[in-house]
Each structure stands twice: as C-alpha cells, then as structure tokens.
C-alpha cells in the first residue's frame, strides 16, 4: 500500500515529492518546524575558526611574536586540514540532512490537506484503502488497460481521483472515530449516552458508504480480470490458429485426420468464442466503471 496519497490536484512535481518525502511529513504531522535559518552554519564557523586561527599563526610568526619555525609549523599542521575541509567539503552532513529538510518543508508546507498519510488511518481504516489500492493496481497493471481496450484515458483520470477521495474520506473517518471512543472510554451519563449513539451509528454509516465505493472498484477489477484472462486466451488461441496449417500438413502427412480434424475444428470454433467472450468482458468493465463516475 502507498504510503502517501496525494491529491491529483497536487502538481506532479510536488506529489512526487510528497510522496518521497514521508518522514519530513510525519515530523510535520507531529507539530515540527526548521529553526530559523542560521547567518553561518556550524560547518562554515568551523572552517572560519580554523581560518582565522591559521591565519592569527601567520601574523605573529611574520611580527616576531612567536618563532618563525613554530609560526610555519602552526600553519602547515592546521592549513592543510582546513583547505581540505574548505574545497573537498564544504559542508557536514548534519548540515545538509538540515538544509534538505528545510527546503522539503518550505515547499510542503502548503500543502497540508492534500495528502494522506497511512499512519493518519486507524485499523479498519487502512485496511478498506489498502483494499482499494489493490482493486485499482489491477485495473491500471492489466493488458487490457495497456492495450487501450478499456478507458485508459478515463482510468488514468477517475482511479487517481477515487484513491484520494476513498483516503482523505477514511483519514477524516479515523480521525473522529478516534476522539470518539477516547470519549466514549471514560464513561458517559445517561444523557450523553442517549446522544453518542445516534453519533456512532453515523461514524458507522460513513465507513459503510466508502465501503461501498471500495466494492465498487473491487467489481470493476474483477470484470477487467475476466477481461484479462479472455484477452490472454484469446491470444493463445490466435497463436495456435497462425500454426494451424502446420497441425494440418502433419496430421495429413501421418493418416491421422480421423483423429485429430474434429479438434482442429474446435480450435477455430474456440477462437472465435473467445473473441466474442473477449468483448462481452470489456463491454461489463466498461458497464462497472460507470458506477464509478461522480
């Protein structure tokens, strides 16, 4: 299961990044924010301290004020170390996981509510997604769909489109589900009782009305599957059709025709079966699709 849905609306270099970026998101989700960004880095005020040390060591070995020998020795031991750090890095990890956040976070940051994150679901929650996940992977992965005999067109649009919709619908849900039953634990009086249910009943009708979206992706991949396995045979069928004069010159060739001519006549019946079985599936995917139109 993905473990970010993103809204479709979402520029596709932005939901990219959303998608690869689940940690700064969850770190998000958890109230952080980059501190504001710094005049010098750890990294440059060590090599500037390192500098100016060096560069103190040159002057008072040139004004006298310590021995020319040690002056030079002061600069070899500490300028080669810091020339190294100056042009081969130029910065610490530290400092650049920072800044890579900072900018991830910058970028991001407007787009709060555009994106599901899987820990933003409950159990149940998760599941029903990951359900949907499934139905739509098989839709959009099959032959059929690549093939074009189905809408790809329309799948490429409306399967995105009902992924973010059946998420941001089951993070709403887990959500007050959540607050709900930590309500509900503490105990209620008669009176509030008499008012949680009717709110519990309604929790439960809303998971039970994206349910019904899931199932209906789920009949949608289930009639492209049967698609899937009659364009599958159908080819395999075709195959053997292409050899069939081959089958004919060997049955010939061996006096076998009494045998074998009957079952290279159902082949031929086969093929055009199948053809037939072929277009009555996808003309049933197509009919489920329809359900899933807004």
């Known amino acids: 299961m993905a473990d970010v849905v993103v809204d479709p609306e979402v520029p596709p270099d932005d939901a990219q990044l959303l998608r690869e970026s689940r940690r700064v998101l969850l770190k998000m989700r958890q109230g952080w924010a980059p501190e504001p960004r710094r005049a010098i880095s750890s990294a440059q005020y060590r090599i500037v301290a390192a500098f100016g040390s060096v560069a103190l060591f040159g002057v008072m070995a040139v004004s006298g004020l310590v021995g020319r020998g040690l002056g ?26 920072e800044e890579y956040e900072r900018e991830v976070y ?88 008499a008012v949680a249910e009717p709110l519990a009943r309604a929790l439960d ?18 009639n492209v599957a049967d698609a899937e396995r009659a364009y599958q045979a159908h080819h395999q069928i075709e195959e053997l059709r292409g050899r069939l004069h081959q089958y004919e010159e060997l049955v010939a060739e061996t006096g076998a025709d009494g045998f074998a001519v009957p079952e290279l006549e159902r082949l031929a019946q086969d093929a055009d079966r199948l053809e037939q079985a072929l277009r009555r599936s996808v003309t049933s995917a197509h009919e489920a699709f329809r359900y899933l139109d807004p």
């Open 72 to 97: 030079l020795l002061m600069l070899v031991l500490l300028g080669i170390p810091m020339m190294i750090v100056l042009f081969v890095r130029n910065d610490l990890p530290d400092d650049d996981e």
């Open 106 to 193: 910058e970028q991001l940051r407007w787009y709060e509510g555009r994106y599901v994150l899987t820990e933003d679901l409950d159990e149940a929650s998760a599941r029903l997604l990951a359900r949907a996940q499934r139905a739509i992977a098989a839709v959009t992965e099959s032959r059929v769909n690549a093939e074009g005999l189905l809408d790809d067109v329309r799948n490429a649009v409306m399967l995105p489109a009902q992924e973010w919709e059946i998420a941001r619908l089951l993070a709403k849900l887990s959500a007050l589900r959540t607050k709900h039953r930590e309500t509900v634990s503490k105990g209620l009086t008669p009176e509030v009782e």
């Open 205 to 222: 009708s809303s998971e039970a009305a994206v349910l019904a979206r899931v199932e209906s992706l789920e009949r949608y991949a289930s």
